[in-house]
């Protein structure tokens, strides 16, 4: 077994040497074919490369040359458009410094008018203060006339006739003896004058409203036919039987009808809790007298409270304390007088507005002319920046502007996109 073995592997072993020994003995011409078809190939490859590099090479080189062009012809398009904008612009811009011009003479003509007008009321302001006092004595006269005509109040327009007075004498002006004198007139008039106090008659009147509850009606019984003592009284003696039916009857039929003596001194009947609305009646009446106290109605006021008497005296009694103090009050309400004769004019007012036609009113009207001719100046500079407004709205459209700042941003902008896509291609 063991010899075998070794027999098989040496047959082994010479075979291997044999493949090999083969193999080294190829021939070199086999080995030349192989190199040359490899470098074949190799050069192919390169020329194949070469040329599809040229001609995608020639191909980006004729596109961007075409772009360049377009390019080149927007930007010669917006060139042009850029000039045409700028003369624009210039022409509005010359336009525009020819309305400050103007503006600026009708601001030189209000500043010189301004200037006369501060002129003249330097020159006014001297008699300024006097104008103003007497248009204040003025005033305060026309109010003394109104409180003393319209509202009755003589006091109050005593007051501002004072005032007046004041007002005049811190001129100190002799030419205005005449008019203070006059003013002094019409104080000693509204002095004279009866005072009423009016508040106090009406608080008066509320009063006596609030104690009507107070007053007691009159007795109406106090006229009724009297029986003797005993008529109600049955006796019991059988032999006045007579009188007993009599009297009972009587004493029966008593609540059924009742039968009084009355004369012309009697008080009228009131039915049972009529009292209420009589009362309400007397009210009323104080209440119209009340009213017509603040109206001067003396008419009015005395009749009222007239009535408010008689029924007061008809229906209350008039021997109870509490109704004799309310007909007293009423009887001294009726002898208070509540309408006062007032003048019929100042003496001072007619004056007064005679001096303010001869000396404020003139003042005044210089003054407004004035005022005029400065308003006339000033509405002419408003309407020259309106006008110069107007223009330059209907010169300058409202795209001028960005018109004219766009082509520059494009024509900048331009040169750098023509330039990017060869970059980015190349």
Do not use: C
């Amino acid at each position: 077994m063991t010899e075998q073995e070794k027999t098989t592997e040496t047959a082994n072993d010479e075979k291997v040497a044999d493949k090999q020994d083969r193999r080294q003995v190829k021939p070199a011409s086999e080995q030349k074919r192989s190199g040359l078809v490899v470098g074949i190939i190799a050069i192919a490859i390169i020329i194949a490369i070469g040329g599809s590099l040229y001609y995608f090479n020639q191909q980006n080189n004729s596109t961007l040359v075409n772009e360049n062009n377009v390019l080149k012809q927007q930007l010669n398009e917006l060139i042009e458009q850029q000039n045409t904008d700028s003369q624009r612009l210039d022409a509005l811009i010359a336009a525009n410094s020819e309305l400050r011009n103007h503006a600026r003479e009708y601001e030189e003509q209000l500043n010189r008018r301004m200037q006369e007008l501060q002129a003249h009321v330097t020159a006014l302001s001297s008699t300024d203060v006097k104008s103003w006092l007497i248009a204040q004595a003025d005033f305060m006269v026309k109010m003394a006339g109104r409180k003393l005509w319209n509202d009755h109040d003589p006091v109050t327009a005593a007051v501002l006739l004072k005032s007046a007075d004041n007002s005049l004498a811190e001129m100190n002006d002799p030419s205005l003896l005449d008019i203070r004198k006059s003013i002094n007139n019409d104080i000693g008039r509204l002095a004279a004058i009866n005072q009423v106090d009016y508040d106090g008659i009406i608080l008066r009147l509320n009063q006596l409203s609030n104690e009507v509850d107070n007053l007691r009606l009159a007795d109406l019984n106090s006229g009724d036919a009297k029986s003797d003592d005993n008529s109600g009284e049955v006796s019991e003696d059988i032999s006045d039987w007579k009188q007993n039916l009599s009297r009972s009857w009587k004493s029966f039929t008593s609540d059924f009808v009742t039968v009084r003596a009355r004369d012309g001194s009697e008080a009228p009947l009131l039915a049972p809790n009529q009292d209420i609305y009589l009362r309400e009646n007397i009210r009323s009446q104080l209440l119209i007298a009340a009213q017509a106290v603040p109206r001067y109605q003396e008419e009015t006021y005395k009749q009222s409270l007239e009535q408010a008497s008689t029924w007061v005296r008809a229906y209350f009694d008039v021997d109870a304390p509490a109704t004799k103090a309310f007909l007293s009050e009423i009887d001294d309400l009726i002898n208070q007088p509540i309408a006062t004769e007032m003048p019929e004019a100042l003496e001072s007012q007619a004056k007064l507005e005679k001096l303010m036609q001869t000396r404020v009113r003139s003042l005044l009207s210089q003054t407004n002319d004035g005022a005029v001719d400065a308003s006339d100046t000033i509405e002419a500079a408003s309407d020259a920046a309106k006008a110069a407004t107007d223009v330059a709205d209907t010169t300058i459209p409202e795209d001028a502007q960005t018109q004219a700042v766009e082509p520059q941003k494009e024509a900048k902008s331009a040169p750098i996109e023509a330039a990017q896509p060869t970059e980015n291609k190349g």
